[in-house]
């Protein structure tokens, strides 16, 4: 499993602008991923798919806020750096900005 760990990075959507927290952890050997965002209240999460490439993680996820919807996750890690985007139904894709690790 690659990118355990707590990241930190920049956010900009119509309903949410600053900064977000992703945890991605090991699940009882599944990867798991916790949201973060400061005064918003992130439903729960449950992974659908998740395929590693290298220092690639492309996930697919769900969440109770759009029931049976995918929420698309794609990430690159370097070291504590991070890039991606999310592709979120009836927000569009959200790129995730100066992305770091911080735990």
């Given at each position: 499993m690659?990118?355990i760990g707590?990241?930190e990075?920049?956010?900009?959507?119509?309903?949410f602008k600053g900064t977000?927290?992703?945890?991605i952890?090991d699940?009882?050997g599944e990867?798991?991923?916790?949201?973060?965002?400061?005064d918003?209240d992130v439903?729960?999460?449950?992974v659908i798919?998740?395929?590693?490439?290298?220092n690639d993680?492309?996930?697919?996820v769900?969440?109770?806020?759009?029931?049976g919807k995918?929420?698309?996750?794609?990430?690159s890690?370097?070291?504590?750096?991070i890039?991606?985007?999310l592709?979120?139904?009836?927000?569009?894709k959200?790129?995730l900005?100066?992305g770091?690790?911080?735990?």
């Amino acid at each position: 499993m690659i990118g355990i760990g707590t990241w930190e990075c920049k956010v900009d959507t119509m309903f949410f602008k600053g900064t977000a927290q992703v945890k991605i952890f090991d699940n009882n050997g599944e990867y798991g991923f916790d949201v973060i965002i400061p005064d918003f209240d992130v439903p729960d999460i449950t992974v659908i798919s998740v395929e590693e490439d290298g220092n690639d993680i492309d996930a697919v996820v769900q969440t109770s806020l759009l029931p049976g919807k995918d929420i698309n996750l794609s990430v690159s890690i370097d070291g504590d750096d991070i890039t991606g985007f999310l592709k979120i139904p009836f927000v569009g894709k959200v790129k995730l900005k100066d992305g770091h690790r911080i735990a």
